[in-house]
């Protein structure tokens, strides 16, 4: 399946879920519970997180002003 046609297909999924009403919203309280399990998952990485300490608040030159 092409790029195309996947975005076509997937788009029209989309407005089918909104027509029928049965697409999902999360509320914010859904929303906290995936942040706090992703971010615990992340943490088990610790040279992962190392590496991001390390990084710290840099920003490529590109972005700078």
Known sequence: ??????????????????????????????????????GATVSKDREHMAELGRKGGSKPKSNRR
């Open 1 to 38: 399946m092409t790029p195309e046609t996947l975005k076509q297909v997937t788009s029209m999924g989309g407005r089918t879920a909104h027509e029928k009403g049965t697409l999902h919203k999360f509320t914010s309280e859904e929303t906290r519970k995936g942040g706090r399990k992703g």
